[in-house]
């Protein structure tokens, strides 16, 4: 059995776990809690590290866990209000048909992004658009998009039903070319 050495933990991986945190939360008390947390549950966890991977991937696998059941409680408030929600936002993009409402529907977006700047540029906005999702809109568009996960695993991750992960993806690709249209493609 390989043994754990979290003596050095903070020094050697916590700026990279936090950075992961903030880049999947938002939020950096809650990422800097969570953190904390995985520390906490690595060291509670020691005498289960088999050296199978290293410290770092180890830890950062309970952080994943941790962000996962944070998505999963803050997901089990949001998803009373969904149904709700739902056809209010249809009301945002549809009529009452449900077609696409003139100034809402989907247009070709033209811009080809090769410079740096303006990749730079595109990618800030990218994460405001993304910021103003809610934090399990934002959970599955990550999980599905940058961890490229299948559609069953993020439902087992976030304890959603196909369902509830279905409306959620939706909803979350229409604010998200919304918001990206508004401030990046109308320029």
């Known amino acids: 059995m390989t043994t754990c050495n979290p003596t050095v933990w903070v ?7 936090f950075k992961f945190a903030c880049s999947r939360v938002s939020d950096t008390g809650l990422a800097q809690d969570l953190v904390q947390d995985t520390f906490l549950s690595g060291l509670q966890a020691m005498h289960q590290f088999r ?11 309970i952080l ?26 249809q009301l945002i993009f549809f009529n009452e048909k449900g077609h696409w409402r003139k100034e809402m529907a989907p ?8 410079d740096k ?33 299948k559609s069953a695993d993020i439902c087992k991750d976030l304890s959603l039903t196909s369902s509830n992960y279905w409306v959620i993806i939706h909803r979350a690709r229409l604010q998200l070319r919304a918001c990206l249209e508004k401030n990046w493609f109308s320029n």
């Open 11 to 17: 020094k050697l991986y916590a700026d990279e776990l």
């Open 51 to 61: 050296g199978e991977s290293s410290e770092k991937t180890w830890l950062l696998a």
């Open 117 to 149: 700047a303006e990749q730079a540029d595109f990618f800030r906005i990218l994460r405001t658009c993304m910021d103003k999702l809610t934090s399990l809109g934002k959970a599955v568009i990550q999980h599905k998009y940058l961890d490229e996960k």
């Open 64 to 89: 994943k866990n941790k962000i996962n059941d944070h998505f999963r409680m803050a997901g089990k408030a949001a998803i009373t209000t969904l149904d709700m929600e739902a056809r209010d936002q």
């Open 107 to 114: 247009r070709p977006w033209t811009t080809d992004i090769n």
